[in-house]
Nanobody, 115 residues
Framework: QVQLVESGGGLVQPGGSLRLSCVVS????????MGWYRQAPGKSREVVAS???????TYAPSVKGRFTISRDNAQNTVDLQMDSLKPEDTAVYYC?????????WGQGTQVTVSS
């Protein structure tokens, strides 16, 4: 059974930082690209960052330079360090195993950026 468990969300002031973590089990983690997505109220889910099995990252333009994705294949974890947070970063953040024909998803963790 595949499980993805996200943690690290919360309430933070604009300009602050959070670190999200996702632990993956039930799948050969090391061979898959991984992604972090987010979904704000009334909006579609969008990709925030992804990282290949060889740890090459890609970022959405809206977060480039502020967010950093990383992975630890020994621990089956993928993290998202979020700095210089803005109110528009408020969303539920999801971890995903990027596979065909369909991704595996976590349950999501809420990130709220507000003063």
């Amino acid at each position: 059974q595949v499980q993805l468990v996200e943690s690290g969300g919360g309430l933070v002031q604009p300009g602050g930082s959070l670190r999200l973590s996702c632990v993956v089990s039930g799948v050969n983690f090391a061979i898959y690209s991984m992604g972090w997505y987010r979904q704000a109220p009334g909006k579609s889910r969008e990709v925030v960052a992804s990282i290949t099995s060889s740890a090459t990252p890609t970022y959405a333009p809206s977060v480039k330079g502020r967010f950093t994705i990383s992975r630890d294949n020994a621990q089956n974890t993928v993290d998202l360090q979020m700095d210089s947070l803005k109110p528009e970063d408020t969303a539920v953040y999801y971890c995903s195993v990027l596979r065909s024909p369909s991704n595996f998803w976590g349950q999501g963790t809420q990130v709220t950026v507000s003063s």
